[in-house]
């Protein structure tokens, strides 16, 4: 596992957040459907060890949240698999805010249980949620720029509709007019409904990201009611003959007005450099670079907690 240059070895200028410059980067993790299984081909330890890459790297790539995207298991309620994945996780609690999504694979009553709303609803940062942790949202200001991560329930693993989720984030986002909207959700790709009723109905949704599709990587825009832009990217490589844990993360460049993103596996400490996998887009960003960053990552929680089952 890489985190950090030898002695004498320069970083890699694509593994550094220059915070004086008001940089910071948001990480997303596609489907560990596989690691959380144990295959030869996609080891749990290669899950463990990636996470506590984001923790030795928080500093160097100025982490400010991690989001997930959903088939968090393979197998719904299977408890071992959640036993494994959610060991992952909480290698975050009290290091890095994050949140979940729930994908196809996840059953809603056992990431519940795993990432029961009371594990975050202390934190400053934390907005609210809609019938548990599978439909939430959180609040940051970054730097003199105020944005909402919103996690949306893109479709119920037993195939059930939830149109009321998606009502539920359409009002959150429509109250945070002034704030950038970063959305988190399984699918994008392959189902309409989180396109058609959230990405084109606002202005302000700068980002969505989505797993689930074994297209393994695209990009797409959508454009709200009056113009407003949204990059949308889908980052999934569980269909990969052999699985590196590569993760997408996304370098907010204030004075740049633009983010960077990348695909790394810091298990191999390789990055893939394609036209899909690595490029920038342009946003325009807000520069008070010396407004302070409140630095309060979970810090009422204790690492590692664990809930009955």
Partial sequence: MAAFASA????DNRLV???????????????????????????????????DWLVAT?????????????DIVESGSF???WDRASAAWN????????????????????????????????EPWWG???????????????????????????????????PGARQWASQVIAAHPDHKVLLGTHDTLETSTIKRDILTQHDNIVMSNAGHSCARETRFVTFGPEGGVAQNFVVDYQ???????????????PLEDKVDYYTYSPIKD???????SQGSFDLELRDDIGTPVVEAPLGQIKAGIRTSR
């Fill in 8 to 11: 004498g070895e320069a970083v």
């Fill in 239 to 253: 269909c990969d003959k052999q699985e590196i844990m590569l993760l997408r993360y996304y370098v907010f460049r």
């Fill in 17 to 51: 957040a220059d915070r004086n410059k008001g940089e910071w980067t948001l990480v997303v993790i596609p489907d560990t459907q596989h690691y959380s299984q144990n295959r030869g081909n996609a080891p749990i330890a290669y899950m463990h060890d990636a996470f």
């Fill in 128 to 162: 609210g949620s809609y019938e548990g942790i599978h439909n939430s949202y959180q609040l940051f200001n970054f730097y003199g720029e105020d944005f909402l991560f919103i996690n949306i329930q893109s479709h119920d693993p037993w195939g059930t509709d939830n």
């Fill in 91 to 122: 290698k975050l609690y009290g290091e890095i805010p994050f949140a979940v999504n729930q994908g196809n694979h996840d059953s809603i009553s056992s990431i519940n249980k795993y990432f029961p709303v009371a594990n975050f609803e202390g």
């Fill in 79 to 81: 408890f071992a698999e």
């Fill in 270 to 276: 390789i990055f893939e450099e394609d036209t899909l």
């Fill in 58 to 70: 928080r500093n160097q790539l100025n982490i400010k949240f991690v989001q997930g995207l959903g």
